[in-house]
């Protein structure tokens, strides 16, 4: 039995919903620095739960952030702003919420994404 509750993604007709992303690496590590470091890992954990569908963050169509401390705005759209250079840009909310499950954690984002057609 999995220790999760739900998975890390699960695509449903053109549908790709990617659970929360914390800015953990795959060897369990936390990213070290502020929000704009922990929001590069993130986004890279939310390329890697895409890659199997042959989806990447130009899929993307709807992204939730969740941000410990709102001060981490600034730094959370620089990064945003390098890695979302497709048109149109996802839609977008922002939650600012009192704790996450690891206090080293800054910030968590899930994603929507739609599976790119096959190649003909």
Request: net charge negative; glycine share 4%.
């Amino acid at each position: 039995m999995s220790k999760h509750h739900s998975s890390a993604r699960v695509a449903e007709g053109p549908l790709i919903f990617v659970s929360g992303q914390v800015p953990e690496a795959a060897d369990g590590s936390v990213a070290e620095g502020d929000a704009t470091e922990q929001a590069r890992q993130v986004l890279r954990n939310i390329e890697a739960a895409l890659a199997p569908y042959g989806a990447d963050l130009r899929h993307v169509v709807k992204l939730t952030h969740y941000l410990r401390h709102i001060a981490d705005l600034p730094a959370l759209r620089a990064v945003l702003a390098e890695r979302l250079v497709h048109d149109p840009r996802p839609a977008a909310t922002l939650v600012e919420v009192s704790s996450l499950l690891d206090p080293r954690y800054l910030l968590e984002i899930d994603a929507v994404a739609v599976r790119p057609a096959p190649s003909p």
